[in-house]
């Protein structure tokens, strides 16, 4: 009979830690769900097809290879043509204007290099780093801002 409770007894508890973590995960799903849900359709990679600068010249198109990655509180600038690689900065999107600051680089073992706001110039990002939102939908991407124009993008 001894052997029989610690049988059941072991039992029961595993049920209870398997019910358990099934919770856990079913709930982090939720949490995770709701992260990529406060982008508002930015999450995700865009290349831009257009710059046309604040005095209406085109100032680059989609050749130049420019490209945003928006994930959670971060972005990632990209310029094929420049051999540094990629650029990092914080974001946030309120209010229909995307306020980007903080830019750095990953300079590996766990260590990034600071650097200055005007290092995002050539992305297209003004120096106070605030975008305008002006159309998005699930393909495309209008930023602007008066100091640099207006910069479209097609999800990629």
């Not at 995002?120 to 991407?141: A, H, N």
Request: proline share 3%.
């Amino acid at each position: 009979s001894h052997w029989i409770y610690k049988t059941t007894k072991s039992i029961v508890m595993r049920n209870i830690y398997i019910k358990l973590i099934s919770l856990c995960v079913f709930c982090l799903m939720f949490v995770s769900c709701d992260k990529i849900d406060d982008l508002g359709g930015l999450e995700g990679q865009w290349q831009m097809t257009e710059w046309v600068d604040a005095t209406g010249q085109l100032y680059a198109t989609q050749e130049i290879q420019i490209y945003y990655r928006f994930q959670l509180g971060l972005m990632a600038f990209h310029k094929v043509s420049q051999p540094d690689g990629f650029i990092h900065a914080c974001f946030e999107n309120k209010d229909g204007v995307i306020c980007i600051y903080s830019p750095f680089e990953y300079a590996g073992s766990g260590h990034s290099n600071i650097l200055p706001m005007n290092t995002l110039q050539k992305y297209g990002v003004p120096q106070d780093g605030k975008m305008k939102i002006e159309e998005l939908t699930s393909r495309k991407l209008v930023l602007s801002n008066p100091d640099v124009g207006t910069l479209s993008f097609r999800k990629y």
